[in-house]
């Protein structure tokens, strides 16, 4: 079974999967939302239809602070969501914060043509995301 992670924007929403042991991580696209999460969900619906997914990462844009932003309240909805569509499916959110500094450096460091990175930006960030997960759960099997 793999993970789906989700970096859930304003204007776009970014995905990334894991490989069937849930070792590496890759980006799969970059959905225009157009202000409708009906567009999201039936897009999210054709991935779940490619891959056996048992778990829904989805990242919460928390204040450096970590408090709740006006963000995060949006994508709680979003969350929620998910939760009563995919209700046989475990769907965790984990903290966000700069995964998309994180993704902007990388792309600079790839030297990708500017026009490019608003396209990608938000896949880059799903799969930081959903290696930030992977590795809290290794983190944690190491503790038990």
């Known amino acids: 079974m793999r993970i789906l992670g989700i970096d859930y924007g304003e204007a ?32 999210i619906d054709s991935i779940l239809e490619q891959y056996e997914v048992d778990t829904i990462v989805v990242g919460m844009p928390l204040n450096m602070n970590g408090t709740i932003s006006e963000r995060a309240k949006i994508t ?17 959110t984990i903290d966000e914060r700069l995964t998309t500094v994180e993704a902007h450096k990388t792309m600079n460091f790839l030297d990708i043509n500017k026009n490019k ?28």
Not at 76 to 92: D, G, S
Not at 120 to 134: K, Q
Request: aromatic fraction near 6%; glycine fraction near 2%.
């Open 117 to 144: 990175k608003k396209n990608i930006v938000d896949t880059i960030s799903a799969v930081y995301i959903l290696e930030t997960y992977l590795n809290k759960l290794k983190n944690s099997l190491k503790k038990n």
């Open 76 to 92: 709680e909805q979003f969350v929620h969501k998910l939760k009563c569509k995919y209700n046989k499916m475990k769907i965790e």
């Open 12 to 43: 776009r929403v970014g995905t990334a999967i894991t490989d069937s042991l849930n070792i590496t991580v890759q980006g799969l696209k970059t959905i225009q939302r157009n202000n409708s999460d009906k567009i999201v969900l039936r897009e």
